[in-house]
């Protein structure tokens, strides 16, 4: 059987050996770069819960985090620890490492034994066989493996990534549903004092019947309104606890009351569409399957007329009926004879799907550059319009208030102008919390028109918010 060895070319086997040692498991199931891209795009922790302890970390992190009202980031940081949807991705993943393992470990020997006698002959024979073109190829099969690898961990990463943009998506949606939901609750109770007064003075004849309908119907609207308000919200917040992976005690998690201030200044444009194009993972992963695919054309060119090479050594013993032993050794190859298949659909396979990749590429840049400039100008133009509320409206909506106190206080204005007056000033906070609620989910679509983690920005884009309804028209 030492003979059978000398037959491989031992620069072959060497190169066989030297690969299969390299190809082995990472310890953290390649989640390095998850985590790195999540730490160095939104700034929170990546983790795959694997074992035990590590199920014993996301809780104790969980039970911290819950143990005060959650801000956006908290709920970020909470889905992405118990989102088990997530966790399925980072298992795809580790599946994906297996797969780079097995594609970097030289093909297998086949060992083959027979034994044939009869009338006082017999005839045994040993035989390794190896697919050689395997071997060969196995360099280049192996880069192309780790560039696969490469890119399912990017893949894994963008699912991080866009779990976090859904969550603030979800996180803005339910704390400005609580909001309305208490404004609602404010002009409920206005309109239920409003349509009392108008029936007692409907009663005395002191109102007429198209007046105390007008209070009636507001007052019953606003009733309706406010429950669907409250399913809203109700819904909101369901939706953020299933993101969020959380069940059992964990469904009394804590929100605020209102959404957060509006930063003091916008994010200025001029690098938005460089760094949409240099950080978006999506467009990474892109360029990675190119690079992939190229390589994949390559072998296929090299390989195009010869797909099957095996190589086998052969030790054979005979013996005649007379005793007499004989030993044979030799090799066994086996090839292809590329009289029929050339290899030209193999190419041309590997030709279209590398153009596919190549005209894939460049409408996703294309589309990245034009998403990034869109979601700037919706950014800029929902902090204007809520900066607008904040600063003009709701301002002077308080000074019309305080002075119609104090026209009533005189005995200027009777108590119907003070509660139109009162109508006319929930309207404006409601627009208000609209507008703010549009900035920072504009403010989200940004993020992810840069990193990379929208799902389809068509769908979530905010709608503009126009100036409040003047109730008193109706």
């Not at 006698?117 to 066989?129: H, L, Y």
């Not at 109700?234 to 069940?247: H, I, V």
């Not at 060119?301 to 030993?327: H, M, Q």
Request: glycine fraction near 4%; aromatic fraction near 6%.
């Amino acid at each position: 059987m030492t003979g059978i060895f000398r037959l491989a070319p031992a620069t072959a086997l060497a190169a066989a050996l030297a690969l299969g040692g390299c190809a082995s498991f990472s310890p953290d199931g390649g989640m390095s770069v998850v985590a790195d891209v999540t730490k160095r795009t939104i700034n929170k922790e990546a983790t795959a819960v694997r074992a035990a302890e590590d199920g014993d970390r996301v809780r104790a992190a969980s039970r911290r985090l819950l143990a005060r009202p959650l801000n956006a980031d908290a709920a970020v940081q909470l889905a992405l620890l118990n989102n088990k949807g997530l966790q399925a991705a980072y298992d795809e993943l580790a599946l994906s490492e297996a797969d780079l393992v097995q594609d970097s470990l030289p093909p297998n020997p086949t060992f083959s034994l027979s034994h044939i006698s009869g009338d006082g002959a017999f005839e045994a024979e040993r035989q390794v066989a190896g697919d050689i073109l395997a071997l060969a190829t196995l360099p280049a099969r192996s880069e192309i493996a780790r560039d696969r690898f490469h890119q399912a961990q990017l893949k894994a990463a963008l699912a991080t990534l866009r779990l976090a943009t859904d969550v603030r998506r979800t996180y803005v949606r339910t704390v400005a549903a609580s909001e309305l939901v208490a404004l609602l609750t404010e002009a409920q109770s206005a309109a239920e004092a409003t349509a009392q007064l108008a029936r007692k003075l409907g009663e005395t004849g002191a109102l007429n019947r198209l007046d105390q309908a007008r209070e009636q119907v507001f007052y019953a609207e606003t009733t309706a309104e406010l429950a669907s308000a409250r399913q809203a919200a109700a819904s909101a917040r369901e939706r953020l606890t299933r993101l969020m992976g959380l069940w059992g005690d964990d469904l009394a998690f804590r929100l605020p009351d209102h959404l957060p201030e509006l930063p003091r200044q916008p994010l200025t444009e001029p690098l938005v569409e460089a760094d949409a194009v240099g950080h978006r993972v999506d467009l990474q992963i892109a360029r990675i399957e190119l690079a992939a695919l190229a390589k994949s054309l390559s072998l296929t060119e090299a390989t195009r007329f010869v797909n099957l090479l095996d190589l086998a050594g052969i030790d054979r013993t005979t013996r005649d009926p007379d005793g007499r032993k004989f030993s044979e050794r030799g090799v066994d190859v086996q090839f292809q004879i590329p009289i029929f298949d050339g290899g030209e659909v193999r190419v041309r396979q590997a030709v279209e799907s590398y153009n596919l990749a190549f005209n894939r590429l460049t409408e996703k840049a294309v589309n990245i550059r034009s998403e990034a400039r869109d979601a700037y100008r919706s950014y800029r133009s929902t902090y204007d319009i809520a900066r607008h509320y904040q600063r003009e409206v709701l301002p002077l909506r308080q000074i019309i208030s305080d002075e119609m106190q104090l026209r009533y206080s005189s005995m200027q204005v009777d108590v119907f102008a003070l509660l139109v007056e009162a109508r006319q000033r929930i309207a404006s906070r409601r627009a208000a919390i609209d507008a703010s609620s549009n900035f920072f989910l504009a403010q989200t679509e940004l993020s992810a028109a840069i990193n990379g983690g929208s799902s389809g920005a068509s769908e979530n884009a905010p709608q503009l918010t126009a100036s409040a309804r003047d109730p008193s028209s109706d």
